[in-house]
Structures are given as structure tokens and as C-alpha cells.
């Protein structure tokens, strides 16, 4: 038995021999060589098993990658939606924030005393002008995170809206592989008939046999319906009688002789 060792250095010694022969071409030699083994196989292998194996495919490859992308996509879609709603309160926050620093500011310009009364309770002006300051910093770094998760989210849409375009096109895709190898099946179903019927040979002679067998039955018939109309003339008619019989004797004697003398008559003028 060849060891894998004496295997190795058989084909390395097989390729630097090509490679001396044939030089530096002896790649481009093996390649096509690969490639024509390759073409040959795959001619050799039925059309039928290889319509097989595209489903396969389908089923078995491209089946999980879809049910891998449009699980990804509805969660990306339920991201989308709970961070909208999110961008939604804080927008409002926003806005109540602002409302609030800008009459906070407004109260401040206004009151000309050293104190500014909120809800029954006195504050210093330097008190209050501090308090608007702080809010006013935490508002300007809320609205920046505000800003922040909004272009999040709008970057967030466009990626599902890119990702549910991928999707379709691949179901669209799917289904026109799958039409596709519906309609190969059925024009290799079609060439099989085809060619089981030119392979098939018909025996003329059993056509000519049933051909005989009916004209021979054809004439048998036309014989015993031509017996039954013979038979039916003699058969199926009531007798009638004859003129001769209707009539007398008399009738019959002057019918013979006619308008003429009788006979002694006719003696005694001659």
C-alpha cells in the first residue's frame, strides 16, 4: 500500500518534472486540465438530480440566511418604534424646558426688587439668577442628547428601510428561483415524454390486425342486415289479393272477348 509520504513526494516529483518540461506553463496546463475534469463531471451528473440539488440550495441555504435577515430587520423595526417614542417624550421635555427657562429668565429681567417670590416663598435675585444658570446648562446638555439620539434614530430608519429592501428583493428573488426550476422540470418532464415516445417502436401489423378485424366484422354485419331486408319483403307484408282474383268470371269472359258477336253469330255471317 502507498504511503501518504511516497504519495507527496510522487506528486512533487510529478510537478517538478512538468515544471522543467512544459516550464513555467505547466499551471495554466494543470488549471484546464481542473477545469475540464470539472465540466465533465458536472455534464455527467443528470438534469434532474441537479434540479434536486437547486432546491436544496433553496431550502437549505438560502431559507435560513432569509429567516436570519427578517428576524434582524423586525428587531431593528421594534428598536426603531420604542426610540421613537423615547425621542418623542424628551422632544416634549425639550420644549417644557425651554418654556420654563425663558419665563424663569423673564421673571428675573422684570423684578426690580433684591427677592423673588415662587409659590409664597422669597428668593435672592442672586439665588434665583444661580438657578437659572444651572438649568440652563442642564438644558443645553439635555437638548444635545436630545439631538444626538434623534440623528440615532434617523440613521437607525434608514438602515431598516435599506434592510426591508433587501428582504423583499431577496423574496422576490427566491420566488423567481423557484418558478425558474419549476419551469425547467417541466420541459425536462415534457423531453422525457418526448423522447420515450421516439425511443418507443410501434408494430404497424397490430394496427393492420384490428383493421382487418373490423372491415371483416363491417361486411359480416352488411351481409345479415342485407338476409334481414330479403327475409322482411316476403314477411312483414299483409297479402293483398291479386286484380285477377277480385274479379268475376264474367268480368273475365268479357274482358276476353270483348265487344264481339257470339260465336254462332260470327258462324252464320260467314
Request: aromatic content about 4%; proline content about 1%.
Amino acid at each position: 500500500m502507498v504511503s501518504l509520504k511516497t504519495a507527496i513526494v510522487g506528486g512533487v516529483s510529478a510537478l517538478a518534472l512538468g515544471t522543467l518540461v512544459l516550464g513555467t506553463s505547466v499551471l495554466s496546463y494543470v488549471r484546464t486540465a481542473k477545469n475540464e475534469v470539472t465540466t465533465a463531471v458536472e455534464d455527467a451528473i443528470p438534469i434532474e438530480f441537479q434540479l434536486k440539488r437547486a432546491k436544496d440550495m433553496l431550502k437549505n441555504e438560502l431559507e435560513p440566511e432569509l429567516s436570519r435577515m427578517k428576524h434582524a430587520v423586525a428587531e431593528s423595526q421594534v428598536e426603531v418604534e420604542h426610540l421613537q417614542a423615547k425621542i418623542d417624550t424628551r422632544q416634549q421635555e425639550v420644549v417644557d424646558q425651554r418654556r420654563s427657562i425663558m419665563d424663569q429668565r423673564t421673571q428675573l429681567a422684570s423684578d426690580k426688587t433684591r427677592f423673588v417670590d415662587i409659590n409664597n416663598v422669597s428668593y435672592t435675585k442672586a439665588e434665583f439668577e444661580e438657578d437659572l444658570g444651572t438649568r440652563f446648562e442642564r438644558f443645553k446638555t439635555f437638548e444635545t442628547t436630545f439631538k444626538a439620539q434623534a440623528k440615532v434614530l434617523e440613521a437607525k430608519k434608514k438602515a431598516v428601510t435599506a434592510n426591508e429592501e433587501k428582504v423583499a428583493k431577496l423574496i422576490s428573488a427566491r420566488e423567481e428561483l423557484k418558478l425558474q426550476i419549476e419551469e425547467l422540470e417541466a420541459r425536462v418532464s415534457a423531453l422525457d415524454a418526448a423522447e420515450t415516445v421516439a425511443e418507443s417502436e410501434f408494430d404497424d401489423s397490430k394496427l393492420s390486425n384490428v383493421k382487418n378485424l373490423l372491415d371483416g366484422l363491417e361486411a359480416k354485419v352488411d351481409v345479415r342486415e342485407r338476409e334481414l331486408s330479403l327475409e322482411s319483403k316476403n314477411t312483414d307484408l299483409i297479402p293483398l289479393r291479386t286484380e285477377e282474383s277480385s274479379k268475376s268470371v264474367v268480368d273475365s269472359v268479357d274482358a276476353y272477348f270483348g265487344n264481339e258477336a257470339p260465336f254462332e253469330d260470327t258462324a252464320s255471317n260467314n
